[in-house]
């Protein structure tokens, strides 16, 4: 957390992507190797180009020498980036490499101190490279000291066998050079090979040998990889022979077998003719060489490749081991190699296969899918710190501790109590989480002191809990704006944003496991630790007062938006809270730069740039920016994965819900007869199906919000019914919300005008006989608004059902009136909403002769609201009625006909 709470934001003089290759580099190496190499090599590196992924390795014996290598490196290449960004490490600072990049007109880029993410396409290029290379060594059983070897080979494989990150079907090699590599020449590193020797080289005399045998250890990287490293073990020298004159025995690797064993005899034919001589164009496929087809490799994503490097190590680590004897060269640095990994990976990399037919999967595992997206690591995060300690990455849970501690003490956040001191003290823990990025790879160990809210006493130990915390159509309401009026969208975080507000009551807590120097040690709380229950409430305080000190007030009384307006012209800058996120609209450049320089001089603010994700929500831009896309695709593939439904799923049913289903009041258990593990797994069905329904998915809300009502006592039928429409949403995926800025949105309203549609359905609820209350309410052609709700009234006609449930709608249509009014987006004539049933609106108009009486008093606010101008009821056609979905299941025609009026799919969306 110590990167966190530290980070400052890179000063970007360039695009986000590199526009074509060795446009800019990354740069970074490892710590101090624990074996020196055969060549007294002890750090290792890489460059990787940003444009193309391509990866170079970089062996130094010491630090002070980057500058002789990387020059290697760009001769190699055959030009110097315009851009290279590493950390500040002191090799990254010296002087003579600083004058040597300089001199070639490259610009250097350094990563804030503590926070590697900005240079983490070097740091996941090393992680890769060092599982790639732990695995060809396990698999050879090579010795420690041949690492500088399979470094580089490394950084080949992963080049040429890696699928291109911007989507293109070519390797990054390809993307570099323009050209391939031909992948008959991936030989396993540390097999037998033998070298034909042409008669010149030959000892004299008829029975001299034809070939000379050695070690394959790879290919001579600073020789543009045009020939192999053959190891000679008697005289321990390495030489560069073409691929064409050795004969390779891919299942024979000498380090394995034990000392005195002879290599296998293998027949060099007497003419290398028939080996080297090739046609113009061909290709040379050794007879044995098993053809190496990627198309039949899939690639997988990162979280799968560590799977099944786990797996596979917990079977090998159960199979016999491979005799060795401990005279044998190998058996002094496996033992090393080994600690080597442990500290270099956060999982130490399996066990080498015991065939060399495994040896292509074990590689290909390693890095396969690393240019597509991956998920989070499938294994789960420790619960306890002793569960963490007993890890193999135990040792960054520690340096996870450590820095929590020391980002407390630089906030001042709590104060060590002697034993005089301790008042009554309240639990604490650990909230442990290993953080992964868009690929799947862990980047960050978080270890986060949290207080134990669930044992504090109300107005004792806290009083106000209510955090800043907007509801979702505020959200889509700013977006709607935004785009339709050209304003730019900005996501703004605080980091470590609890910690800057100090604890309103006074507390008292253990110090956690982990963050603790000692067992027994007690803190007393300053400010506003992780999970103490007015936490949210003390934050909100502080960010709320820091943006009204600034200028801005509150829309409407909403304290999760605000604003600020010029006085004369027609700028605005409009802010909506989500706990420490927020989102930012503004035309109002100047004013939002020194809003930023404001914040950034109270708490640490980070402006994350155009809006791109925000609570799990993508929002996607067209070109010209005049429509954005907003779906929630990959935390339905998530909810998938937990629910045990494939998130590759492209067929799914047709609707979310037949619309025959029907859950009838004898149906329903006792408390007693719920089984419990349904239960459970039932709540957490329907808690992942609400929140994308909520978002993006008005289509669903409806089905979603009838069955949750009985996720406290649920039936099979209602389990199975909830996992039909997560199948619908998976196999809908890319389906949301389109925001766009036009004269006039699809249904004919002009821009920045609310409309509204609502309907009932009639005592559809079984158990209960209540009506179902549904309703859209749209702003520049997207639902911003939108609810299905169990009428709170019976009823006794449809006509009194669609009355309350305009009531309804009527109640979110003022609020979001009068938030536009504050805004500065006045609506100059009635907000129109679309009823299909004449007699309710005849009861909204007064003229009806329904009897009424039977009907709550605050129903009647609706024909207040009508004559006051505010609203005016409208009517629509029962095929026009496009909140049908909201309150009903509908047949698959009405279905779509109905929701693809105001849902998208962002594949349309160019």
């Known amino acids: 957390l110590l990167s966190k709470h530290k980070r400052v934001k890179l000063p970007r003089k360039t695009p986000s992507r590199a526009p074509y290759p060795n446009y800019r580099w990354f740069m970074d190496l490892t710590g101090k190797m624990r074996v020196k190499s055969r060549r007294g090599m002890q750090y290792a590196g890489v460059t990787v180009d940003d444009y193309s992924n391509d990866i170079q390795p970089i062996l130094l014996t010491k630090k002070s020498e980057l500058k002789k290598d990387y020059d290697r490196v760009c001769l190699f290449i055959g030009v110097y980036p315009k851009y290279l960004r590493t950390d500040g490490a002191g090799e990254n600072i010296d002087a003579a490499f600083v004058e040597s990049i300089n001199k ?25 490279v060092s599982i790639t290379s732990s695995a060809m060594m396990r698999n050879a059983n090579a010795p420690a000291s041949l690492w500088d070897e399979s470094w580089p080979y490394a950084c080949l494989i992963e080049s040429v066998l890696k699928a291109f990150a911007t989507g293109k079907s070519i390797t990054p090699f390809e993307a570099r050079f323009g050209k391939t590599f031909d992948l008959t020449k991936i030989e396993p590193f540390g097999c037998y090979a033998c070298q034909h020797l042409k008669p010149d080289q030959r000892k004299p005399g008829k029975n001299a040998d034809k070939g000379k045998q050695g070690i394959f250890v790879g290919y001579a990287y600073h020789k543009g990889y045009s020939a192999c490293q053959i190891l000679d073990p008697a005289t321990n020298r390495i030489s560069f022979v073409p691929h064409e004159q050795i004969k390779f025995h891919r299942d024979c690797f000498p380090y394995r077998n034990p000392a005195g064993q002879r290599w296998p005899p293998i027949d060099i034919p007497d003419q290398v003719d028939e080996m080297t001589t090739l046609e113009e164009g061909e290709t040379f496929h050794p007879e044995h060489l098993e053809p190496f087809v990627l198309n039949e490799v899939r690639m997988q994503t990162r979280s799968a490749a560590r799977a099944v490097e786990r797996q596979r190590a917990a079977d090998l680590l159960n199979a016999p081991p491979i005799p060795q004897q401990t005279s044998h060269p190998a058996a002094e640095g496996v033992e090393r190699l080994r600690e080597l990994a442990d500290e270099v990976l956060a999982d130490p990399p399996p066990p080498p296969p ?40 135990w040792r960054k849970w520690r340096k996870a501790g450590r820095s929590e501690r020391r980002n407390l003490k630089q906030h001042n956040a709590f104060l060590t109590l002697t034993y005089d001191q301790i008042q009554e003290l309240i639990a604490a823990g650990v909230v442990i989480h290993d953080s992964t990025d868009h690929l799947g790879n862990p980047y960050r160990y978080k270890c986060r002191a949290s207080l134990k ?27 709607a704006l935004a785009v339709a009026n050209g304003m730019n969208l900005h996501h703004l975080d605080v980091v470590g944003a609890y910690l800057y507000s100090p604890v309103s009551e006074e507390l008292y807590m253990w110090a956690p496991p982990g963050v603790r120097k000692h067992k027994g040690e007690a803190w007393k709380v300053l400010s506003s630790i992780y999970g103490a229950r007015q936490a949210g409430a003390d934050w909100k305080r502080l960010w709320i007062s820091l943006l009204k000190e600034f200028g801005f007030e509150a829309a409407n009384g909403e304290e999760t938006l605000l604003f600020m307006r010029h006085p004369k012209e027609n700028k605005i800058i409009i802010v909506c809270i989500y706990v420490d996120d927020s989102i930012i609209a503004e035309n109002w450049p100047s004013k939002f730069n020194a809003l930023m320089q404001f914040l950034e001089k109270r708490v640490e603010v980070t402006d994350e740039g155009t809006l791109r994700w925000y609570l799990s929500v993508r929002y996607q831009y067209n070109l010209d920016k005049t429509r954005i896309m907003a779906y929630q695709q990959v935390f339905l593939e998530k909810a998938a994965k937990a ?31 719920v089984d419990p593990e349904l239960r459970t797994k039932t709540k957490s069905l329907f808690g992942s199906l609400l929140f994308p329904a909520g978002w993006t998915r008005p289509d669903v809300l409806a089905p979603v919000i009838k069955l949750a009502r009985h996720a406290h006592r649920p039936t099979q039928e209602v389990y199975d019914a909830g996992i039909r429409i997560l199948k619908f949403l998976i196999a809908t995926k890319t389906r949301g919300i389109r925001f766009s800025a036009l004269e006039k949105d699809w249904d004919g309203h002009k821009r920045n005008q609310l409309y509204a549609y609502v309907d009932s359905s009639f005592a559809d609820d079984e158990p209960t006989r209540k009506s179902t209350s549904g ?15 169990l009428s709170p009234i019976v009823v006794t006609s449809i006509a009194h059902a669609e009355y309350v449930a305009a009531n309804l709608c009527v109640e979110q249509v003022l609020h979001f009136r009068d938030i536009l009014e504050t805004l500065g987006f006045p609506q100059d ?29 605050r129903y009647h606010f609706l024909r207040e ?22 309150t009903k299941n509908l047949a698959r025609v009405k279905f779509w006909s109905s929701t693809s009026r105001f849902m998208h799919f962002a594949e349309d969306d160019d």
């Open 354 to 393: 015991t065939a060399s037919s495994q040896y292509f999967d074990e590689v290909m595992m390693c890095f396969a899918g690393h240019a597509v997206k991956g998920d989070p690591d499938p294994v789960s995060d420790p619960k306890t710190w002793d569960e963490a300690m007993s890890r193999k990455d």
């Open 775 to 789: 309703y859209l309410i749209f702003l520049n052609g997207a639902p911003i608004g939108y609810r299905t709700k």
């Open 865 to 886: 609201q009508q004559r006051l101008m505010k609203i005016v009821m409208v009517p629509k056609g029962t095929n026009d009625q496009w909140a049908d979905p909201m």
């Open 829 to 857: 004539s009635p907000t129109p909403i679309y009823e299909d049933n004449s007699a309710a609106i005849a009861i909204t108009q007064g003229t009806s002769t329904h009897g009424n009486r039977h009907v709550d008093v």
């Open 104 to 128: 070639h007109g490259t610009h250097h880029e350094k990563s804030a101190p503590h926070w590697q993410n900005q240079n983490a396409r070097a740091e996941h290029a090393i992680y890769r």
């Open 453 to 479: 809210g669930f044992t504090q006493r109300e107005f004792y130990d806290f009083h106000e809990t209510f955090a800043a915390v907007a509801n979702s159509g505020l959200v889509r309401l700013v977006v």
């Open 643 to 673: 629910h045990g439904v494939n998130p590759d799923l492209e067929k799914g049913p047709a609707t979310p819900m037949s619309e025959h289903f029907e859950i009838k009041a004898k149906d329903i258990p006792k408390d007693e007869d």
